[in-house]
């Protein structure tokens, strides 16, 4: 399962820093990692909607 490293992640294959893919192929150790936060599944992850920022405030 590909995930997305949200903390410093220790693999035998090396050093996956935050933001950098990781491919953990124990299902029960991705699971894992999502539950404590420390990986996070990039296909369940819904963007927010955009905010309108150049909306002009009422008039008095």
């Known amino acids: 399962m590909k995930l997305t490293a949200r903390i410093t992640l220790h693999t035998p294959k090396g050093v ?18 999502i539950d404590i936060g420390a990986a996070a599944d990039p296909a369940s992850v819904v963007e927010s909607a955009p905010v309108d920022d150049g909306a002009a405030p009422p008039e008095a």
């Open 16 to 33: 996956v820093q935050p933001g950098e893919p990781v491919e953990i192929k124990d299902k029960d150790e991705a699971a894992y990692l």
